[in-house]
C-alpha cells in the first residue's frame, strides 16, 4: 500500500459549504477513506467533533495523521454502515449535526491490484472492502454461481444489457478452466461486449463489487438509522456514483420529505462536480451531490 498516493475527495467544498462545520458540532464521515472530507471539517473548524468509519483496513493507515493533531475530537472505527449503532454505542455519541458519505471508490483501492477491483489492473478477482470479514469473493461468485444467477448480478446491480451472453460465455470458460485474475474475466467480457463511451467491463466489475460488499442493502440500512441520530437542522450531504445509489438516496430523501417525514430537500437537483474539478479529477464526472436538512 503506497500511502503518498493521493485521492482527491470530490466536491470537497460543496460538502463543508452544505455541512457548515462549527466549533463544538458533531460531525460524521461515513466514507473516511483517505481523510479528505475529515480534514476539511478540520480546516473549518478546528475545535469540531468527528467521528470517521470506514470498513475498509486499509483506510487506518491514514488515521494517524489527523489523530496526532485533534486526538480529543477525532475518532475513527473500522466498521460498515449497518454497524453504525455500535459505534455510537462505543462513543457515546447519539446524534450529529453533519452526515456525509462519499459513495466512490478510492483510487488507493483501485490501484492496488491486490484488491481486484479495477479492470484495469491484473490482479485475483476479490472485490472484498472488508476482506478481513467478508468471505465471499468475486471468484467464488464468477466461477460457482448459476447462469441464471450471473446474468441477474450483472443485470440489476451493473444495469449490464448483455448480461445473459457474458453469463453464457463464462459458463463456456469456466467448464474447461478456473477464471483466477480480473484480466482473466476483463477478455471474456470484451467478447461479446462493446461500448463506445465505457470500458466493456465498467459494468460488470460495478456489479460484481455491489453484490459482494452488499452496498445497497448497506446503503439503504444507513439512510433509515440517519433520521435518528441527525440532530434537528443537522445536514446529511451523499455523493453517489451511479444510477442504482442515486436512486436509492433520492427516493429516501424525496420519501422523507413528504407531509408526514423528518427531511427538507436543500438540493432541489443533484449538484455536479465543476467543469474545473472535473479536469482535476475524472473520476468527479459522474458525482451526484444530495443534501438534505432534519426539520
Known sequence: MNKKLSHFPVMVNEIVSFIKPKDDGFYLDCTFGQGGYTKAIFKISKKANVVAIDQDSDAKIFVEEISKQFKNNFFFFCNKFSEIETVLKKIGQEQFDGILLDLGMSNTQ???????????????????????????TAKEIINNYSEKDLANIFYYYGEERNSRKIAKQIINVRSKELINTTSELSKIIKRVNFDKFKNPS???????????????NELEFFLNKSINILKNRGRMAIISFHSLEDRIVKNFIKKQSGLSGQLQIITKKPVLASSSEIKINSQSRSAKLRVAEKI
Do not use: C, H, W
Request: aromatic residues 12%.
Open 202 to 216: 465498467t459494468r460488470v466489475f460495478q456489479a460484481l463489487r455491489i453484490y459482494v460488499n452488499d452496498e445497497l
Open 110 to 136: 483501485l490501484n492496488n491490484s491486490s484488491r481486484g477491483f479495477s479492470f484495469e489492473k491484473d490482479g485475483p478477482l476479490d472485490m472484498r472492502m472488508d476482506f478481513n470479514n467478508n468471505k465471499l
